[in-house]
């Protein structure tokens, strides 16, 4: 409803999951007619690089997800940054481990195809657990991106084929780095759904202090900012604002959301814009940036963005809830997750 989505593309086994909506449903599995009509040449479009590529829902504190708008600038420079930081080659292997709900699998999909090597589908919905190690293996990856909690999952595994390792979406350990690292590229790749997937990366050297988030990838500038809007020194701790090729449009419908997160830039040409991360970093004595935590109540969970604030306002829309707190919670064994805690009738329950 919020998309207003014109045509989806389905299959006719989920067409009694799908929810009530006005869009043109093309099911893959019985409109082969329709798709064989379609001409086999590129159409002639008049899109231009500030029009929308694509809409992406994140986390929003009302209990709504809100639409990133990404134009076709923003997926041109992601592509051609990764054609300069990671080299890519026709021929080689890159595994598609995100789901479509998440931005990075837009990550893997430009990789791969920008270079004409090849996308790795993995079968089934689920490529955690045991079956990781061995898709790698199996799949004969090259390149693969991950969230630094299924590290462990390859603990004693050999990939010789894996020559390249990005992980992104929460902080890493610099024990997994120092570990992962060994006979390959570590890289650890740090950016906001509304930077157009990515903004920062560091290469993992032997030896090194931490795990930071790294300096801006081509076209993407960064400053650490105060309250005022007025660069920090080196070593002190500010927000972290983002600009160049690869900002959004802003959020879709939401005009007043965007002029909040999208700011005038004051260091760059007139009309230039800002993103406010709401990260909180600094810059370290070496020139790579480091990341600190949140301003707000986010938290980032095996690579999503969630807004705390949104669960609990789920919880309290449940009959018979009168409070209700969410946390991000580490187990004894290192996993995070989320707990919920809803006060209703004189009881406080954990979910």
């Given at each position: ?108 999909m430009l990789m791969a195809l920008h ?58 350990p610099p024990e997994s780095a120092r ?125 999503f963005r969630i807004e705390l604030g ?42």
């Amino acid at each position: 409803d919020d998309a207003r989505v014109a045509i989806l593309l389905t299959h006719s086994a989920v067409e009694e999951r799908l929810p009530s909506h006005t869009s043109r449903a093309i099911f893959l599995d019985l409109d082969g007619a329709v798709i064989a009509r379609q001409r086999e040449q590129a159409p002639q479009t008049t899109v231009q690089a500030h029009h929308a590529a694509y809409v992406i829902y994140t986390s929003g504190s009302t209990g709504q997800p809100k639409g990133v708008v990404i134009p076709h600038r923003g997926g041109s420079h992601l592509a051609e940054a990764q054609r300069q930081l990671f080299g890519v080659q026709q021929g080689e292997r890159v595994l598609q481990f995100a789901r479509l709900s998440f931005d990075a699998s837009v990550w893997e999909m430009l990789m791969a195809l920008h270079a004409g090597a090849t996308l790795c589908l993995p079968d089934g919905e689920d490529v955690g657990g045991s079956t990781l190690a061995s898709t790698l293996t199996g799949l004969a990856v090259n390149v693969a991106t991950l969230p630094p909690s299924v590290l462990s999952l390859l603990d004693g595994v050999a990939l010789p084929q894996l020559h390249t390792l990005v992980v992104a979406g929460e902080s890493c350990p610099p024990e997994s780095a120092r570990r992962m690292s060994e006979g390959r590229r570590f890289i650890n790749a740090y950016g906001p759904t509304e930077a157009s997937v990515c903004a920062t990366m560091s290469l993992y050297q032997e030896g090194q202090s931490g795990m930071p988030i790294g300096r801006p990838i081509p076209n993407v500038q960064v400053y650490v900012l105060d309250a005022n809007h007025r660069v920090v020194p080196i070593g002190i701790i500010g927000e972290l604002y983002i600009g160049g090729e690869g900002l959004a449009r802003g959020y879709l419908n939401r005009p007043s959301l965007t002029a909040q997160r999208f700011v005038a830039n004051p260091y760059g040409a007139p009309g230039s814009r800002l993103y406010r991360t709401g990260d909180l970093v600094r810059y370290r004595a070496d020139g790579e940036l480091e990341f600190l935590g949140r301003i707000d109540h986010q938290v980032k969970l095996r690579g999503f963005r969630i807004e705390l604030g949104e669960i609990e306002s789920v919880l309290l829309g449940q009959p018979g809830v009168r409070q209700a707190a969410v946390i991000d919670h580490t187990d004894a064994d290192g996993q995070k997750r989320l707990v919920g805690y809803v006060v209703g009738d004189g009881l406080a329950v954990e979910a």
